[in-house]
């Protein structure tokens, strides 16, 4: 018999029996594959999805629940702001930066309210209201807040900046888990056969076409038949060392990472098939405890005591340009009436405090005249309302100057900075798996963080546009694998 891998499919012709069938496998029950589940099943698929936990959940389980809206949802029509699709298709391109995918963008922007309904239909609670200020997520059920940097230099000036975070009506932080059990009450109520405690090991071909997986139950090899379809939805590659060292080396700097056993099966296994895996050094990373609203009026600088990022934009984007910075590390400087303690998760240090700029600077023993001519030249400006270096805006841009003045440390080596790659396999707007040649590899799907999707910039990250890109682009890939 074959050898078994997840790095070239097994030969259809070497399956010794089938041991079930279905007309489309989805593997993994994480938020794509569930709306994935609930879009072939919709389009009168017979699904089977296999989960290797013991539920439903993933890295969509672990989030915040916000999916990122726009174009002008009844929530922000509510509060008064005017997004129309054409400014927020130029916000998604815009975020995606030099990996974004004109064909998604496009796609979602034009279909982003009919999804916020349907998530509606089937049941997502949303409040409706707005909530202003910066936020990493509501502590309360408030539904829309600012979740990237469309108020920001250099977003708010290619598209006109408006809120977008649609966060499901939940108490708290943590809103990813009612979000998915809703999917999943709906995965249930349409029939589709759901499998846990399985593990696939490879993907099966009828010559060029993908026809099932290997999976692995109870300690033996299943063979299982695709009719039409095999959707992977099974992560990214957080927790895959081996696959971080080859691909995203950057990463490896960071130990907090956000999913769950995100390995890159998925990845993996589509590669095999003929794949093609791109934008595979990017990741998203932040130390969301660094921003809120106070500490946004802050200043970032690195060791050598200069800025590098306009620190009123979102936080994730903060991080990921400090992680480009030289020296592992980064100080944010705030001065008495703008300081507040960060909390205990960050693990973020006290570094050095002063009486003026220049003792700060001493204490980190940085080249004397540099942090604190960096600080003399921001506050000269910020006193005139400008930022020339990096256009930080009113009214976060404020001066630093009522004393005593302290450096917080960021060390990615000790500090708290979640993050999840964002590369994947290659995939049209409906999920086909493409190859080399862009061309789709028959019968193979993919949707989700094993793709490519709409957060394919770190630096370009919107809270919300992972739900968003795995719920939406996850239901297509559904319902273009049972119309296969």
Request: net charge negative; aromatic share 8%.
């Amino acid at each position: 018999m074959p050898t078994i891998t997840r790095h070239r499919p097994f030969p259809m012709e070497a399956v010794p029996a089938w041991d079930g069938a279905a007309d489309v496998i989805i593997v993994g029950f994480g938020a794509a594959g569930a709306c994935a589940a609930i879009g072939a099943a919709e389009t009168g698929a017979d699904v089977l999805l296999l989960e290797r936990n013991a539920g439903s959940g993933g890295a969509s389980g672990l989030s915040g629940g916000e999916i990122y809206v726009g174009g002008g949802s009844d929530a922000q029509r509510a509060a008064g702001f005017d997004d129309d699709i054409g400014e927020f298709e130029k916000y998604l391109l815009a975020a995606g930066g030099p990996c974004a995918d004109a064909d998604k963008c496009h796609a979602y922007a034009a279909g982003a309210l009919s999804h916020y309904q349907w998530l509606k239909d089937i049941g997502v609670p949303y409040r409706g209201n707005y909530l202003p200020g910066k936020h990493i997520e509501p502590v309360d059920d408030s539904t829309l807040i600012w979740s990237g940097s469309e108020a920001a230099a250099p977003f708010c000036d290619i598209a006109k900046p408006a809120p977008r975070g649609h966060v499901i009506q939940h108490m708290g932080w943590g809103g990813g888990r009612p979000l998915v059990d809703i999917l999943e009450q709906r995965v249930r109520d349409l029939g589709v056969r759901i499998a846990c405690n399985v593990r696939v090991a490879a993907l099966i071909a009828d010559g060029e076409k993908i026809a099932g997986v290997v999976a692995r139950i109870d300690n033996r090899d299943h063979f299982l038949r695709a009719h039409k379809g095999v959707v992977l939805a099974t992560g990214g590659f957080a927790f895959n060392d081996a696959m971080r060292a080859q691909y995203c080396p950057q990463s490896l700097s960071l130990s907090d990472p956000i999913g769950d056993k995100d390995d890159g099966l998925g990845i993996e296994l589509g590669m095999g098939a003929g794949g093609r895996a791109i934008h595979m050094d990017q990741f998203f990373t932040t130390c969301p405890w660094t921003m809120p609203e106070s500490q946004a009026y802050g200043v970032f600088v690195n060791v050598a005591g200069q800025r590098f990022i306009n620190e009123d934009c979102y936080h994730g984007r903060v991080t990921r340009t400090a992680i480009d910075q030289p020296g592992g590390r980064v100080y944010l400087l705030l001065d008495h009436a703008h300081f507040s303690q960060p909390l205990d998760l960050a693990r973020m240090d006290i570094a050095a405090t002063g009486a003026d700029w220049r003792e700060v600077e001493s204490e980190l023993e940085m080249v004397a005249g540099t942090l604190s001519a960096t600080m003399d030249f921001y506050n000269h400006h910020a006193r005139e309302g400008r930022d020339p270096l990096f256009d930080k805006r009113i009214p976060i841009l404020t001066p630093l100057d009522k004393g005593p003045f302290v450096a917080l440390e960021l060390n990615f080596a000790r500090s708290y900075c979640s993050f999840f790659t964002l590369g994947g396999l290659h995939t049209s707007d409906m999920g086909e798996v493409l190859d080399g040649d862009a061309m789709p590899i028959s019968g193979l799907f993919a949707a989700g963080r094993c793709t490519s999707g709409l957060p394919a910039w770190g630096h370009g990250y919107s809270s919300g546009l992972s739900l968003a890109d795995c719920t939406f682009f996850g239901r297509r890939a559904g319902h273009a694998a049972a119309a296969t």
